[in-house]
């Protein structure tokens, strides 16, 4: 059983489009996390929930939105997409035996904005 | 604010040779260090963390890390490279604690030839 699992692996789609990212976790953490992975694979932290709380909301522009409907999942839905978009989205997880602050990554979600 | 420093963008060596990854951080205190490490199209994997106690900690697939306090640094080492040890390293700073915040630096991208 995978982990951290994320869907879709590869999106590719028009500017302007509105697109949505799924993240579910089989681990029982509590806290999950959207990092941003850009062209250059600079990792940036984007949003964190606990318990479906929002908990880190960084710079990032109102065009993404997370939803955590229960602690097992976050969805990222990203409204009219750009250019700039366009990176690899990765949900992490941590909580439980292994320490709050160790992260189990998602195998990454590949956004491709033509 | 947290950061980290890979000064090595790229590092080759040699399959058998011993090899070893340079991280520097800036943190007010003593944080939490990890490393990760990336294969090509997959999320990001833990090697090894430190919290407190022993400055040498060891990890998996043979990879130790060193915290020295007196440099800011927490340095990769591995005594002999495998060719599947080809892949991105990246060094991880956080705040003690839970839920924080981690930090990523750049990423070092190792190539092993044989």
């Known amino acids: 059983d995978t982990a951290v699992s994320q869907t879709p692996k590869y999106l590719v789609t028009q500017m302007g489009n509105d697109k949505s990212i799924k993240c579910e976790q089989n681990?029982?953490?509590?806290?999950m996390y959207w990092y941003k992975q850009d062209s250059k694979k600079f990792l940036k932290i984007m949003f964190s929930?606990?318990?479906?709380?929002?908990?880190i909301n960084e710079t990032v522009p109102n065009r993404f939105s997370p939803k955590s409907p229960d602690k097992a999942h976050l969805n990222l839905h990203i409204n009219s997409l750009e250019l700039g978009d366009s990176a690899v989205y990765f949900c992490?997880?941590?909580?439980?035996?292994?320490?709050?602050?160790?992260?189990?990554f998602g195998a990454g979600s590949r956004l491709t904005v033509l | 604010a947290q950061s980290v420093t890979q000064p090595d963008i790229h590092i080759t060596v040699s399959e058998g040779a011993s090899l070893e990854l340079r991280c520097n951080y800036s943190?007010?205190?003593?944080?939490?260090l990890f490393w990760y490490v990336q294969s090509p199209g997959q999320g990001l994997q833990l090697l090894l963390k430190?919290?407190?106690?022993?400055?040498l900690v060891q990890g998996i697939k043979g990879f130790e890390a060193e915290f020295k306090r007196s440099q800011s640094s927490f340095n990769l080492r591995k005594p002999s490279v495998h060719w599947s040890d080809a892949a991105e390293y990246f060094c991880a700073v956080g705040p003690p604690g839970g839920y924080q915040k981690v930090t990523f630096g750049i990423g070092t991208k190792l190539q092993v030839i044989p």
């Open positions: 430190y919290f407190s106690g022993d400055t």
């Open positions: 681990l029982g953490h509590d806290t």
């Open positions: 943190y007010g205190a003593t944080p939490y």
């Open positions: 992490a997880s941590s909580g439980g035996a292994s320490g709050a602050n160790v992260l189990t």
């Open positions: 929930y606990n318990n479906k709380e929002l908990i």
